[in-house]
């Protein structure tokens, strides 16, 4: 029988216990992360979730399980949606004779019904009446929670009999109303569930006295408290969800849904008749959603994909309730590649089976086998639990980021002021607990240096200081703030174990990591490049050598620049400004004969317009740019030579043949200039005298028109028909130029010998 919380699989086990007059242990037991009272007769076995979903992996076909009942599932929990489609898929394959049973007071029936192909039983049970009530009006903020929990707690205990269990989001607002109600007439307690078991205990235990427990979710279900008959409802949980932001699964305050809402009433009408008080109206009442968001949704995903890779079925082909985010997916399965514990096929490696084993976060799992001395392996599992728990030391703005505070409280929480002992408590339970999972015993004292540790767990949350103290840029891109007082704003590169996310992302735990110290997998990571870049103010070429991590700069020193770098830097220039270029009118020429050519036999030609030779800079400039390293060098190119290199012999001395640059004449040859429209053969008249037609290029592809020059190399005349310009615009021409140059030869008729 699987349940959602620790509290709820004790009280659970107890419950049933008590029924058939047994102890706890016997027919019933239950086990959890950190106990259990497990015996050879025991034939109903109450576990959390999360528990099941390791036994479950460990032995898939549930050897000696006949039935398996998931209790409250309900709340759509990650853990829960899992062991669901574990055992789906554990009954399709191995164990068709398996049970599933998946229950609760308020569950989603239809769609339960058809993902299980199993039939809706309904029963009514035994709880009774319940009235309800609603507030006149809405509590307008959650700080004001606190104390109206308060004044709605002194109203019930003048109005009704009985113990009140009130529900609150967290410990923050529990510890201001229990604040709040000093002075009345009950017991004020406490119930959440980093309370030690016994602290727990207490809360569910009738006493002789009026009792008020101040609770949080964990009251919701599964548990009776004995003596309630008022319940009073703040209307507010904390819920874990995911920000895409920082990549962090944080809790959120929001309000509880419908499902919930009546989950909590029902705890008044346990044993007699009671009465549920709801701090919000009847119109917001409708508003609530009907269900909790399921956390699959939300969550980070990178613990359900390795327990996916371990069960040897990747998430899309198990039969989830709602599917889980493609984009979640992916991060996770780059968080898991990044820590080793999958192969870049997706594909679980030897260190993700250890890790899976150990049943934490892949992260805290890999920080706990990134090291084989059993002194530092203590010290991460000391690391793996605080990080899980509570923060000893608060979560105040003041105070200290070094994690190394928090496990010298562990160690001793006399010496430090202030310190939160119950959650000290909790944490070394955890820690006890992995060191078992590890094999290195309770007793082993924790040593060493905690940040090699927590950058194993967190490469991408390694701080580098950037010029301002207390602003860090962070490996995995982004960056983090940490207060100025601070002894650790002016580290030069920390390891990150918890971050914050509020207007931006706060450090909160960390410890200085001396680069020489990586763990070997974040070190092999670590790329030398040569970066060479353009001083714009100089034109030089300046390189430097870095060593990278991620994104941070662990190392950089000046170097001289490679020919391929620099080659590659002066092509960029020219693709920003092609105007850099030094283009002579000869070599513009002969890039219009190219593109004429190519115009006309693509297939041979190489394109040489503007455009193609800005695209293919790297095949036809970048070779001569070695060994270059300034903008200035650009201009000692040689454009006309380097175009022609793009054609072989043959192909040259056709373009001579096809494309020549000069036209011969009767009496001379005319220059061609090729970058006009229709290209144009230049040369004084004189040369011109004898020629009867004009001459066309490339086999008379490509038309030709003349200019006419005057002895001072000015144009006299531009036609395309010469034999039609003798026999008519010439005469004109002809009286013009004997006036101005007498002593030229202008005949009446220049094609006479």
């Not at 260190?351 to 805290?364: D, I, K, S, T, V």
Request: charged share 25%.
């Amino acid at each position: 029988m699987l349940e959602p919380r620790r509290l709820a699989a004790r009280a659970a086990a107890s419950r049933m216990a008590a029924l058939i007059g047994e102890k706890v242990g016997r027919t019933v037991g239950f086990r959890t992360r950190l106990e259990s009272a497990i015996s050879s007769v025991t034939r109903i076995e109450v576990v959390t979730t999360g528990l099941f979903v390791r036994r479950l992996i460990g032995d898939p076909g549930l050897e000696g399980v006949s039935a398996v009942i998931l209790d409250e599932i309900h709340e759509r929990s990650l853990e829960a949606d899992l062991a669901l489609a574990l055992c789906l898929d554990a009954q399709a394959m191995l164990r068709p004779e398996l049970r599933l049973l998946a229950m609760s007071a308020t569950l989603d029936g239809a769609r339960l019904s058809a993902i299980m192909d199993a039939p809706i039983i309904e029963s009514a049970g035994r709880i009774h009446p319940v009235e309800v009530r609603h507030a006149a009006r809405d509590i307008q903020h959650l700080r004001d929670l606190p104390q109206t929990m308060a004044r709605a707690i002194r109203a019930a205990l003048a109005e009704a009999p009985g113990d009140i269990l009130a529900f609150l989001p967290g410990m923050a607002e529990i510890r201001r109303t229990e604040a709040a109600l000093d002075g009345i007439d009950a017991a004020v307690l406490p119930l959440h569930g980093d309370l030690p078991p016994a602290a727990q205990d207490q809360a569910l235990r009738p006493t002789e006295c009026r009792r008020v427990v101040l609770a949080t979710a964990i009251a919701e279900t599964s548990l009776t408290v004995p003596g309630v008959r008022i319940v009073i409802d703040g209307g507010f949980r904390r819920a874990p969800r995911f920000d895409p932001a920082s990549g962090l699964t944080r809790l959120a305050t929001e309000r509880v849904s419908r499902a919930v809402a009546d989950q909590r009433a029902g705890r008044a009408g346990r044993e007699t008749p009671g009465i549920a008080i709801r701090l919000w109206t009847e119109a917001a009442q409708r508003g609530l959603r009907p269900y909790d968001r399921p956390e699959i949704l939300d969550a980070e995903l990178s613990g359900l994909v390795l327990d996916c890779a371990a069960w040897g079925t990747p998430p899309g082909k198990l039969a989830f309730l709602d599917a889980p985010p493609e984009g979640a997916i992916a991060t996770a399965g780059a968080l898991l590649t990044e820590l080793g514990a999958m192969d870049n096929t997706g594909g679980i490696t030897a260190l993700g089976m250890r890790m899976n084993r150990l049943g934490a976060h892949p992260r805290l799992s890999a920080m706990m086998l990134a090291t084989e001395d059993p002194a530092l392996a203590a010290r991460a599992c000391d690391i793996s639990a605080l990080l899980e728990g509570r923060d000893p030391l608060g979560a105040g703005l003041d105070t200290p980021v070094d994690i190394m505070a928090r496990l010298e409280a562990m160690e001793d929480p006399s010496a430090v002021p202030g310190v939160d002992r119950n959650a000290i408590h909790g944490i070394r339970q955890a820690a006890k607990q992995y060191r078992r999972r590890l094999g290195i015993g309770v007793a082993q004292a924790a040593a060493g240096d905690p940040a090699p540790l927590i950058a194993a767990a967190f490469p991408d949350r390694l701080a580098q200081r950037r010029s301002e103290p207390g602003s860090f840029r962070l490996s995995g891109g982004g960056s983090a703030r940490l207060a100025l007082t601070d002894p650790l704003a002016k580290a030069s590169l920390l390891a990150v174990a918890a971050l914050e996310m509020k207007t931006s992302p706060r450090i909160c735990m960390a410890a200085p990591l001396d680069v020489a110290k990586l763990p070997a997998v974040l070190a092999a990571r670590i790329n030398e490049t040569v970066e060479t870049s353009l001083d714009p103010a100089t034109g030089s070429i300046l390189s430097r050598r870095r060593k990278r991590l991620g994104a941070l700069v662990l190392e950089e020193r000046s170097a001289p620049p490679d020919a391929a770098g620099a080659a590659a830097v002066l092509l960029e220039a020219v693709r920003k400004d092609p105007s850099r270029l030094p283009w002579t009118d000869g070599a513009r020429n002969l890039q219009a004969r190219l593109s004429l050519m190519h115009a006309l036999e693509a297939d041979i030609w190489p394109a040489s317009d503007d455009r193609n030779l800005i695209a293919s800079l790297e095949e036809w400039l970048g070779p001569h740019l070695y060994g270059r390293t300034r903008l200035a060098d650009l201009t000692s190119l040689d454009l006309h030579a380097i175009l022609l290199e793009r054609l072989d012999w043959p192909l040259r001395k056709r373009l001579d043949q096809e494309l020549p640059t000069h036209l011969p004449l009767p009496r001379g040859k005319a220059q061609v200039d090729y970058t006009e429209p229709v290209p144009i053969a230049a040369a004084r008249a004189q040369h011109f005298y004898g020629l009867a037609v004009t001459p066309k290029l490339a086999g008379g592809r490509v038309p030709l028109r003349l200019a006419l020059l005057s002895p001072a190399g000015r144009p006299i005349a531009l036609t395309a028909d010469i034999a039609g310009f003798w026999n008519g615009a010439w005469a004109d021409v002809r009286r013009d130029m004997r006036g101005r140059y007498p002593k030229h030869n202008w005949p009446e008729n220049p094609l006479l010998p």
